[in-house]
C-alpha cells in the first residue's frame, strides 16, 4: 500500500511541478506576421501615359 503511495505522491509531484504556473504571455505584436499578399510585379510601373503622350500626340 506505500509502494502504491509513494508512485501516486511522484507522480504528483511531477504534475504540480509541470503544471502549477501559466507559461509566460506573449505579446499580441509578436503573434502578427505582415508579408505581402501577391509578389511585387516590377512590370506593374512600367507603362508611363505622359511618356505615351508624347511620343504619340507631339
Not at 511531477?14 to 503544471?19: G, H, S
Not at 504556473?21 to 506576421?33: A, F, G, H, M
Request: net charge negative; with cysteine; aromatic share 6%.
Amino acid at each position: 500500500m506505500s509502494d502504491k503511495r509513494e508512485v501516486q505522491d511522484a507522480a504528483e509531484t511531477a504534475r504540480r511541478t509541470r503544471f502549477s504556473k501559466l507559461p509566460e504571455r506573449i505579446r499580441l505584436e509578436d503573434t502578427v506576421e505582415e508579408r505581402a499578399a501577391i509578389a511585387p510585379d516590377p512590370a506593374k510601373d512600367m507603362y508611363n501615359p505622359d511618356e505615351w503622350l508624347v511620343r504619340y500626340c507631339l
